[in-house]
């Protein structure tokens, strides 16, 4: 397998494998996770080329980055690691809200340092933006982290265009993640022109519109019982959504079977062809979806193959939003 890269942001560039690894379902959300399974499959991932690593202090909480730590020990420099802090949880679990002061910034990479084992971080997000701090004191404590030799690029998530602006003024972003994929395209109207604008690259996350896009979701009978898509969380899940989210998800495995791929394969390749400055971060917990995952980066799509994909899934055929609660997204 040939690995291929892209390089995010301009000012503070970083180059990553063209497809990363979204580790979160290894420990949480997505059903019962294991966690030697979890770091063969980190294994496999960089064995295969697959270097840009995705995890957050929140996922577990805070077991999925010790999990990565291990899985990267001994293998370090192979690694484009990246976290994310402002998600904060209590060691039961319990989620206590979105906190962007500095000295919750300060606290909280020292945290996942110590959890992955690492001297630095190489990509660290916001996770959520505090709207109770101005973005300018949030960056500005994530600045000082770069200056002290912990953390080398920095980036945001789910980040509206205008707070993009203001903290890209404070210290270059060299990355901005947010969900994106056939089933999710509205950061397309603003947001992507305006990380473009200013250098930005784009790490999108579920590529797969949750798993929907790979035609393995037929019911949600089908999802683990602990499985966070069974809840009002994900509407797109739920009832007549799922039924008309399902029916477009047919639509790409047509396009997918003339293809000779996978229609996982032909929607994290659509993803991929977006741009050069974007890098979709697939998650899995298993080995076998990661190798299909990579399979991707040999599907090669025409302007007319882009054309069929937008004629079968136009933006507002999905049905549900995204989050049944939207309101720790920023906008």
């Given at each position: 397998m040939t690995t291929q890269h892209r390089t995010l942001g301009t000012t503070s560039a970083l180059t990553?494998?063209?497809?990363?690894?979204?580790?979160?379902?290894?420990?949480?959300?997505?059903?019962?996770?294991?966690?030697?399974?979890g770091i063969d499959t980190v294994h496999r991932a960089l064995d295969l080329g697959v270097s840009f690593l995705d995890t957050a202090d929140m996922y577990g909480p805070f077991t999925n980055e010790r999990l990565v730590g291990k899985a990267i020990a001994g293998r370090r420099d192979e690694?484009?690691?990246?976290?994310?802090?402002?998600?904060?949880?209590?060691?039961?679990?319990?989620?206590?809200?979105?906190?962007?002061?500095p000295e919750y910034v300060r606290a909280a990479c020292d945290a996942s340092l110590q959890r992955l084992g690492v001297d630095h971080i190489d990509l660290y997000y916001?996770?959520?933006?505090?709207?109770?701090?101005?973005?300018?004191?949030?960056?500005?404590?994530?600045?000082?982290?770069?200056?002290?030799?912990?953390?080398?690029?920095?980036?945001?998530?789910?980040?509206?265009?205008?707070?993009?602006?203001?903290?890209?003024?404070?210290?270059?972003?060299?990355?901005?993640?947010?969900?994106?994929?056939l089933f999710t395209r509205d950061l397309e109207d603003e947001i992507l022109p305006t990380i473009r604008e200013l250098g930005i690259g784009l790490v999108p996350y579920s590529p797969l519109g949750r798993g929907i896009l790979t035609g393995?979701?037929?019911?949600?009978?089908?999802?683990?019982?602990?499985?966070?898509?069974?809840?009002?969380?994900?509407?797109?899940?739920?009832?007549?959504?799922?039924?008309?989210?399902?029916?477009?998800?047919?639509?790409?495995?047509a396009i997918a079977e003339e293809k000779g791929c996978t229609p996982g394969q032909l929607a994290l390749a659509w993803v991929l062809a977006q741009g050069d400055d974007v890098a979709p971060i697939p998650g899995t917990k298993r080995v076998k979806y990661l190798e299909e995952n990579v399979g991707t980066l040999e599907v090669q799509l025409t302007a007319d193959d882009l054309a069929a994909l937008d004629a079968a899934v136009p933006r507002d055929a999905v049905a549900g939003p995204r989050y049944g609660d939207m309101s720790s997204i920023d906008a």
């Amino acid at each position: 397998m040939t690995t291929q890269h892209r390089t995010l942001g301009t000012t503070s560039a970083l180059t990553v494998s063209a497809l990363g690894l979204g580790c979160m379902g290894m420990s949480e959300f997505y059903g019962t996770g294991d966690e030697q399974t979890g770091i063969d499959t980190v294994h496999r991932a960089l064995d295969l080329g697959v270097s840009f690593l995705d995890t957050a202090d929140m996922y577990g909480p805070f077991t999925n980055e010790r999990l990565v730590g291990k899985a990267i020990a001994g293998r370090r420099d192979e690694v484009q690691l990246a976290t994310k802090f402002g998600n904060k949880r209590g060691e039961d679990g319990a989620r206590l809200g979105i906190d962007g002061s500095p000295e919750y910034v300060r606290a909280a990479c020292d945290a996942s340092l110590q959890r992955l084992g690492v001297d630095h971080i190489d990509l660290y997000y916001q996770h959520r933006v505090d709207k109770a701090v101005p973005i300018e004191e949030t960056v500005g404590a994530m600045k000082e982290l770069v200056e002290a030799g912990k953390v080398r690029h920095l980036g945001l998530s789910e980040a509206s265009a205008e707070t993009i602006r203001r903290a890209h003024a404070v210290h270059p972003i060299t990355a901005l993640q947010t969900e994106y994929s056939l089933f999710t395209r509205d950061l397309e109207d603003e947001i992507l022109p305006t990380i473009r604008e200013l250098g930005i690259g784009l790490v999108p996350y579920s590529p797969l519109g949750r798993g929907i896009l790979t035609g393995a979701i037929t019911s949600e009978e089908q999802l683990e019982a602990n499985d966070s898509r069974r809840t009002a969380y994900f509407p797109r899940f739920q009832g007549e959504a799922l039924e008309t989210n399902l029916r477009l998800v047919a639509k790409v495995r047509a396009i997918a079977e003339e293809k000779g791929c996978t229609p996982g394969q032909l929607a994290l390749a659509w993803v991929l062809a977006q741009g050069d400055d974007v890098a979709p971060i697939p998650g899995t917990k298993r080995v076998k979806y990661l190798e299909e995952n990579v399979g991707t980066l040999e599907v090669q799509l025409t302007a007319d193959d882009l054309a069929a994909l937008d004629a079968a899934v136009p933006r507002d055929a999905v049905a549900g939003p995204r989050y049944g609660d939207m309101s720790s997204i920023d906008a």
